[in-house]
């Protein structure tokens, strides 16, 4: 082993002793007598030590220390955990080995599917194994794992909760796929190819968020199917409001048993023991959040996703895996059947559908004419005539019609863009946007206008009273944007004695009733009213639209159908008023037609080769570590034949409260790098050899390296 330039000389000859077997250790404890080699990943964030290293396994942790178990052990001087890969019976490099401290618990909780799982999600986003493990295994709860170890006498091993009821589940799978998929084209076959222990690849668009059709219940029957052939699922959804629907609809076709939950929201220890359920084979489904990707389902069978466009699926450490990725590699590895499933199309799920790496599951026109709601859009012609003031309005006359009609029928939603009261002022004489004298951030107001009123920060919260303009001198604000406070108090005012709730920020309502009320809620925070909504009303739109985003369109478009699914069919009065001016995106929710935006979105990022036509990497950090990292990796990929396409160095520009001042820049920098899916392999072995190298010298300073980020554009 070459000696490494960060380690201090001091310490080359203990390092040289960690993860380097002999054939023997001449003094200490006696080794195993099988297999006396183990082969542990130590959980450390340094990408240059990311790799197995070997140590000696005493005689008397034998039988406890297996592959998958948690360890501890002695790594230059400091005590570290970490996994067992494997065990082998002599290694070549011919030092004396370090013997395992000991085996923290002989609960196997890294299953081989799960270990090869992370290893392909760690090389396709250029990150480290340890860092993806942090994800795939939850925290160890001691209590837990003695009741795992000690299972009842008359229950020697955890048998199938379907085992002696297939023949039911599979009539009942039957009878809910006439009623669910039937009005889907591919829809029914799919469901069939499930239950005779097919793995088919399907994108399908549900057209309801709620009742009896809605999509938590189309895929707990494509679930039970599943089970019905004796296979295990993962469902993962984006955040626990998903999740208590899907699993309320599970629990209709399926044991309570069967069922278990894996979310950080749950707490430690429920999570724990369903995942400690998972590995004994007591359940078969798992469902829940980021996490419940790499769940030790046996016999897996299915992995389901829905709504991939949701940033809730982006993991917020590094590497920041995707949901909707982890989950391909996983049906590519384990030979499962995959559904991704979304009311909008993401235009990464295009791409595989154009690919026929996956069916469309679409739902025929009749269908989905007796199915959603009508879609009137404010801001063409015919309304105009009608309403010449509908394009400057922010609730035009048709919108106010259609709330004070579907007030007479049950709620309506009210669908705004912005949290808060007030969420930016401007300066009422030359309209510049107010900014804090202390940090430079956004003043904004958190409450009611009036006399008492006064401006804070959104960064630092710091009261401005005596605000005054840095470039006119002026002293009075007026609002520059209208939240979702402020538009149920003016709704509370244009329909007096109607019920107004909100759900925005921290009061996000999963659910309301079917009483005649206005739900004025932020994109994202749309509540399931039961039976659905009458009518819904989307403000705001051109300001979604506007926003400086790659992905504004279509993360517009996915928001708009989420909210529209959520409203009673057009034969029930259900109704939909959209006041966006932009032709292409109101289009698609005029014909309710979101695998058509996304072909026409994808179809221009091929055009332009931007994601996900062309896979891309971002190199964030000082300039001077930018510029030597993205040169080192040109160099070396041209070494090998791999052409790069570039973009940078450019400044990056801070937002928020840490930025130290609107639009700051400082000395940090991005470059960008454009690269082929055939090249990817290449270039993200390149990516982490160059990021495990400069960790090892330390010549420069760190840098950031993430792989297909969706909001670096």
């Not at 450390?44 to 197995?52: K, S, V």
């Not at 925290?139 to 955890?158: C, G, I, Q, Y």
């Not at 106010?400 to 300066?427: I, T």
Request: charged share 20%; glycine share 8%.
């Amino acid at each position: 082993m070459a000696s490494d330039e960060s380690v201090p000389p001091g310490a080359v000859q203990l390092s040289l002793l960690q993860g380097f077997p002999a054939k023997a250790r001449p003094s200490g404890p006696p080794l195993a007598a099988h297999l006396p080699v183990a082969r542990v990943l130590v959980e450390t964030p340094l990408p240059h030590l990311d790799r197995p290293f070997d140590y000696s396994v005493p005689a008397e942790l034998d039988e406890a220390a297996q592959a998958g178990v948690r360890v501890k052990v002695s790594f230059n001087g400091q005590d570290l955990s970490g996994f067992i890969i494997e065990r082998t019976a002599e290694s070549d490099a011919g030092h004396t080995l370090v013997p395992l401290q000991k085996v923290v618990s002989p609960v196997v909780v890294l299953t081989p599917a799960v270990r090869d799982l992370v290893s392909a999600v760690a090389a396709r986003y250029a990150g480290t194994v340890s860092d993806v493990l942090r994800v795939a295994v939850p925290p160890r709860m001691a209590r837990l794992e003695k009741d795992f170890l000690s299972p009842p006498a008359a229950e020697p091993a955890a048998p199938d909760p379907l085992a002696d009821a297939g023949a039911v589940i599979g009539q009942e799978v039957n009878s809910g796929t006439e009623a669910q998929w039937a009005g889907y084209r591919n829809g029914p076959a799919f469901v069939r190819h499930l239950r005779d222990g097919g793995s088919p690849r399907a994108v399908v668009s549900p057209l309801q968020g709620f009742g009896p059709a809605a999509w938590p219940h189309l895929i707990a029957t494509a679930v039970a199917a599943v089970r019905a052939s004796g296979r295990g699922a993962v469902v993962v959804v984006p955040d626990y409001r998903d999740l208590d629907q899907l699993e309320k609809a599970l629990l209709a076709v399926l044991p309570a048993d069967d069922i278990a939950r894996l979310t950080a929201d749950d707490g430690p220890t429920p999570r724990y023991r369903n995942f400690l359920r998972l590995l004994a084979g007591s359940a078969r489904v798992a469902i829940g959040t980021r996490s419940a990707a790499f769940a030790p389902v046996r016999n897996l069978g299915l992995v389901a996703c829905w709504d991939d466009g949701d940033d809730l699926h982006i993991e917020q450490r590094a590497p920041y895996a995707h949901t909707r990725d982890v989950l391909l590699l996983r049906a590519d590895q384990e030979g499962t059947a995959c559904l991704m499933a979304g009311h909008s199309r993401s235009t990464e799920l295009q791409r595989l559908v154009e690919a026929g790496w996956a069916m469309p599951v679409e739902a025929d026109r009749a269908f989905a004419r007796l199915t959603v709601p009508r879609v009137l859009n404010t801001a063409d012609s015919f309304e105009q005539e009608r309403d010449p003031l509908a394009l400057v309005a922010r609730l035009p006359g048709a919108a106010w019609r259609a709330a004070k009609e579907g007030l007479e029928r049950g709620p309506v939603l009210v669908q705004v863009a912005r949290a808060g009261y007030a969420p930016s002022l401007v300066c009422e004489t030359c309209r510049e946007p107010a900014r804090c004298q202390a940090c430079q951030g956004p003043l904004a107001l958190a409450g009611a206008s009036g006399s008492s009123a006064i401006p804070q920060c959104r960064w630092c919260s710091t009261p401005a009273p005596e605000w005054q303009c840095a470039h006119c001198t002026g002293r009075k604000l007026r609002k520059g944007a209208t939240g979702v406070l402020r538009t149920a108090e003016e709704l509370g005012r244009a329909f007096p004695g109607k019920a107004v709730i909100t759900s925005s920020g921290g009061n996000v309502k999963a659910g309301v009733g079917s009483a005649k009320a206005l739900v004025v809620a932020t994109v994202g925070a749309e509540p399931v009213a039961e039976g659905g909504y009458a009518a819904a009303l989307l403000l705001d739109g051109d300001s979604l639209l506007r926003r400086e985003n790659l992905r504004a369109g279509e993360d517009t478009v996915r928001r708009w159908f989420n909210a529209a699914a959520l409203v009673r069919p057009a034969s029930e009065g259900g109704l939909v008023v959209i006041t966006a001016t932009e032709s292409v995106a109101v289009g698609a929710l005029l014909r309710w037609d979101p695998a058509g935006y996304a072909r026409r979105e994808l179809e221009l990022r091929m055009e332009l080769q931007l994601p996900p036509a062309v896979r891309i990497a971002s190199v964030t950090g000082p300039r001077a570590a930018v510029v030597h990292f993205s040169g080192t990796v040109e160099r070396e990929l041209a070494t090998a034949g791999v052409a790069l396409r570039t973009a940078g160095p450019a400044p990056l520009v801070l937002t928020g409260p840490a930025a130290g001042g609107a639009g700051s820049a400082g000395d940090d920098a991005r470059t960008l790098l454009f690269f082929a899916y055939g090249q990817a392999a290449a270039v993200t072995r390149v990516l982490r050899a160059t990021k495990a190298a400069a960790a090892a010298k330390r010549s420069t300073e760190p840098v950031q390296v993430r792989l297909d980020g969706v909001d670096v554009l």
